[in-house]
């Protein structure tokens, strides 16, 4: 059986300018491989979701998401705004 390649999928959003969130990179392989090590090197949230990458990896560099994902990228960006409050409050 052959083994998956990795994919990855970031994601861009600035509330009060865009509608919904945009796709910024994808890739796979070492492609997806560098755009996680970027992340991380930049204390952005990775979270791992084949399912979600599958679906927006079929889109295009700066297109907004569907709105049928609309739910799924909402739990998401509540998981990184959660991070990110728990960052500002630990010393």
């Given at each position: ?51 979600l ?31 990110n ?7």
């Amino acid at each position: 059986m052959e083994k998956k390649q990795k994919k990855a999928v970031a994601l861009k959003y600035k509330p009060g300018k865009d509608r919904a969130p945009k796709i910024a990179a994808k890739g796979a392989g070492r492609v997806a491989d560098k755009i996680i090590e970027i992340a991380r090197e930049h204390d952005i949230p990775v979270k791992d979701d084949a399912d979600l990458v599958e679906v927006l990896a079929k889109l295009d560099i700066e297109q907004e998401i569907p709105a049928d994902v609309y739910v799924v990228v909402a739990e998401l960006l509540a998981f990184v705004y959660s991070l990110n409050s728990r960052k500002k409050e630990s010393p």
